[in-house]
């Protein structure tokens, strides 16, 4: 697929244009090995190395539509992965903080974002289900994998006033999308449409 094919087929699904021009704006091809750089705009998901894979465009579109990002915003991307998803976000927002468990994908997103000219996302290796305390709280929360059960705990705790958190979450064998809202009078959570990511670990 051509780069305007996918952005023509995003803009039939996803409303928000502030999202569609982050998409637009950030060259996936980056974001995968040179091998890989032909199928970058395919609506898929692809393999980055150590059994992971990149979002799927249309699956990252939707989750930023979700997380109602203000330009702002402080944001934590759980999974970081390539550096692809963290890239549109931080197109949408003041900043991000993104965390990935495997210290060679962290090393990595984190010099292509730099390579894309990308200055306000840190890239932290560790385990991102704890959040990150000594920079919470977040306005907005993006997990890239699937938690098993529940919204872990650490993430919900580390969302400041208004914030959204939107995060795959496996309920009896079927992954789907949950957003958790942080109210005045507490926590509101959303199960929404059904997705497929690998597992939180
Ligand atoms: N958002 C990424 C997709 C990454 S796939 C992108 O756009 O490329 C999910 C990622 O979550 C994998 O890289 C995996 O290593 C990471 N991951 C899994 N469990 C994690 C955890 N507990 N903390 C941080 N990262 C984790």
Do not use: K
Not at 18 to 41: C, D, I, K, N, Q
Not at 133 to 141: C, G, N, R, S, T
Not at 147 to 152: E, L, Q
């Amino acid at each position: 697929m051509a780069r305007e094919d996918l952005l023509r087929s995003l803009s039939r699904r996803i409303s928000d244009e502030r999202v569609l021009a982050a998409l637009a704006a950030v060259p996936r091809e980056l974001f995968v090995s040179p091998a890989l750089a032909a199928a970058a705009y395919e609506d898929a998901p692809l393999r980055i190395g150590g059994g992971q894979t990149i979002s799927q465009p249309t699956v990252v579109a939707r989750m930023c539509e979700l997380l109602e990002l203000s330009p702002s915003d402080r944001v934590l991307d759980v999974g970081t992965g390539s550096g692809y998803h963290a890239a549109v976000l931080s197109r949408l927002c003041d900043h991000v903080w993104g965390v990935e468990l495997d210290p060679q994908l962290a090393m990595r997103a984190a010099r292509t974002l730099t390579r894309a000219g990308i200055h306000n996302v840190t890239v932290f290796s560790g385990d991102g289900a704890q959040g990150l305390a000594e920079h919470a709280p977040f306005d907005a929360i993006n997990v890239a994998a699937t938690a098993r059960d529940r919204v872990p705990d650490a993430l919900e705790e580390q969302l400041g006033e208004g914030g959204r958190l939107v995060v795959p979450v496996a309920l009896g064998g079927n992954e789907h999308l949950v957003r958790v809202r942080r109210e005045a009078d507490g926590l509101v959570r959303e199960v929404l449409e059904p997705v497929r990511f690998v597992p939180l670990r």
